[in-house]
T-cell receptor
Framework: QQKVQQSPESLIVPEGAMTSLNCTFSDSASQYFAWYRQHSGKAPKALMSIFSNGEKEEGRFTIHLNKASLHFSLHIRDSQPSDSALYLC??????????FGKGTHLHVLP | GALVYQYPRRTICKSGTSMRMECQAVGFQATSVAWYRQSPQKTFELIALSTVNSAIKYEQNFTQEKFPISHPNLSFSSMTVLNAYLEDRGLYLCGARGGTGGYEQYFGPGTRLTVL
């Protein structure tokens, strides 16, 4: 059964810090990997996605994918209080089925 | 833009009764709709996936008998929680994909189910 594991479960960082969130998945054949962000009381929303090994940067956010080690990570530079949310790692092994991890609760202290 | 609406946003039902929730995709044609349950204990569980021109596929621990789903067209899906009990409490999220969105899944705000 496909599994997506996230760590840590919860993270508290000061404003301005570098934040790193980690995810391991179970199937190297997965085609699509994404980080979703869910603010309290809101719907999850896709933050960034990647299809192949490597790195992708968008503003303060960078994602790394390493299929060989089944590892996927999200890094937030200069973390802001507005980044506080639940971050969900997502894996898709085919065109339609998306599996999510348990999530990491990030709290950025002002 | 792509939007997903869910109704109702919150609902309370007595233990042993059933309730129905709806999901509407606006601004795109949803080629697949996935229903998830988010709870403090078990986090984000995929209940079932409904794809156009394909049978609805339920995940382990979820059955059609308990969570019947209807996906009559590309923009609408509904799911019923039959015979609800305390362990069915949580936020039920609908995620839809399709159109130009490709792989991205657009979520509705969820239906929060409380079982008394």
């Amino acid at each position: 059964q496909q599994k997506v594991q996230q760590s840590p479960e919860s993270l508290i960082v000061p404003e301005g810090a570098m934040t790193s969130l980690n995810c391991t998945f179970s199937d190297s054949a997965s085609q699509y990997f994404a980080w979703y962000r869910q603010h309290s009381g809101k719907a999850p929303k896709a933050l960034m996605s990647i299809f192949s090994n490597g790195e992708k940067e968008e503003g303060r956010f960078t994602i790394h994918l390493n299929k060989a080690s089944l590892h996927f990570s999200l890094h937030i530079r200069d973390s802001q209080p507005s980044d506080s949310a639940l971050y969900l790692c997502a894996e898709d092994t085919n065109a339609y089925k998306v599996i999510f991890g348990k999530g990491t609760h990030l709290h950025v202290l002002p | 833009g792509a939007l997903v609406y869910q109704y109702p946003r919150r609902t309370i039902c007595k233990s042993g009764t059933s309730m129905r929730m709806e999901c509407q995709a606006v601004g795109f044609q949803a080629t697949s709709v996935a229903w998830y349950r988010q709870s403090p204990q078990k986090t984000f569980e995929l209940i079932a996936l409904s794809t156009v021109n394909s049978a609805i596929k339920y995940e382990q621990n979820f059955t059609q008998e308990k969570f019947p789903i209807s996906h009559p067209n590309l923009s609408f899906s509904s799911m019923t929680v039959l015979n609800a009990y305390l362990e069915d409490r949580g936020l039920y999220l609908c995620g839809a994909r399709g159109g130009t969105g490709g792989y991205e899944q657009y979520f509705g705000p969820g239906t929060r189910l409380t079982v008394l």
